[in-house]
DNA sequence: AGATTTATATAAACACTGTATATTTACAAC
DNA sequence: GTTGTAAATATACAGTGTTTATATAAATCT
């Protein structure tokens, strides 16, 4: 039988390629995705999967897009839970939103943020659009912040002239943009992801009777340095 | 042929597989590494590594207590090099070497704070001591600044009782202990390491001329918020 | 010196991995 | 009803870490 009937194949293969793919993800970590797993999981041989993506990095590149896209919703629904004119408050939601997102699908961080698939290099070029709208939380709100006047930021370091044709892509992914505004927000975003990071890899050890203190700590030191109240 | 003699035998062995190993890892990338292509650069088979490892965890444990006794030194160093009643200068010192070891060997830096092994989880009880000393340096700074009343922490949550033993697994490694002053240098660490590890990850763009713009900002941050001067 | 033990390598094999190629067959269209 | 295409399998190749058995150089003991 070299070919099954439609009958006993699975529907929608290409869907549950990835629906596996994430079991296994979740199950064993990243670094152990395998296309034979995930068709031994499937009931099919693995040169299958070759019918939908051309190759395991094409797969790979096709689970960091779907997890850019569940992170980034996260970011714009926690942004959105709070008015509009609570910009202080918007920024706390976010940033909860961006530790709960973490913790909740640690292995799904690590394969955007980290590099734990081997010989994985990411396509920038594919994946920017589902990447830029997970950071356009932060950074609507950080400009709304220069806009009203209430952002704390002197002498804030240009980017590098080489990437200004990076920056100028940004104009694509909504009208809010602005180059200080897009400076400050990376800034912030490292400095939550250095928290979360290390947290996730185990590398620092909780604070706080619930393991979040050092990061609203580091909340509340991000609000003072950057919101003129 | 089943065993060469000794005049064709690769002197002191378990040292090249090492060096081999970290050749391979600057030149593919942590992930890359392979026991077999160590053993084709050191013209020997397999099998015969694992006279010296057990396996290949225990084969990346030893490079990663090597990477981390190369980083430490230099953290050590830095610290060093400036005097030591300059408290800011030690910080700077400390903070530029910091990301200039990262950029240097950005392989290593990924090695030891990311999880490039597939498979691989840190023994931690193996690494701690080579770890612990790579941190110190900050931690004795920060201390020193504590002792003279210019640390500046108000409020700073205090590390989750679970964690305490670890806490003062600390005390073995300098008399300089003082959870506050090693709660603050966690804090410190998570933004060095927040900036430097999306920047030789190639997620953020450089900032300023030299493409430091970004870190020394955050520097002086951290300066303007732990010093009281 | 000769026998014995130990250390250190190779050889061969096993169970994995991603991937390329050829083959087969179900299904759709003319 | 024939033809063409799409989607799967079968097979194979080169790579991986690791295990086992085996051979031999070197060290030790008598």
Chains 1, 2 share one sequence.
Do not use: C
């Amino acid at each position: 039988m070299v070919r099954p009937p439609k009958t006993q194949q699975t529907p929608n293969l290409r869907r549950s390629i990835l629906d596996t793919a994430w079991l296994q993800i979740a199950q064993l970590g990243a670094p152990a995705l395998s296309l034979r797993g995930i068709a031994r999981a499937l009931g099919i041989t693995a040169p299958a999967i070759y019918n939908y993506y051309p190759d395991r990095d094409a797969l790979v590149t096709a689970l960091i897009i779907e997890a850019y896209t569940s992170f980034g919703g996260a970011q714009l629904a926690a942004r959105d839970s709070v008015p509009a004119e609570d910009l202080e408050g918007r920024m706390v939601a976010i940033g909860n939103a961006y530790r709960q997102w973490a913790l909740t699908y640690p292995e799904r961080y690590q394969l955007i943020f980290g590099t734990p698939i081997p010989g994985y290099a990411t396509p920038m070029e594919q994946v920017f659009p589902a990447a830029a709208r997970s950071l356009s939380a932060l950074v609507s709100v950080v400009d709304a912040l220069r806009l009203a006047g209430r952002l704390n930021a002197p002498d804030f370091p240009p980017p590098h002239p080489d990437f200004l044709p990076v920056f100028e892509m940004w104009q694509k992914f909504g009208d809010e943009y602005n180059p200080l505004s897009l400076s400050v927000a990376i800034l912030i975003w490292t400095r939550v992801h250095g928290i979360v990071s290390l947290e996730i890899g185990r590398q620092i050890p909780p604070f706080g009777p619930d393991g979040a203190g050092l990061y609203e700590y580091e909340m509340q030191s991000i609000k003072k340095q950057f919101f003129i109240r």
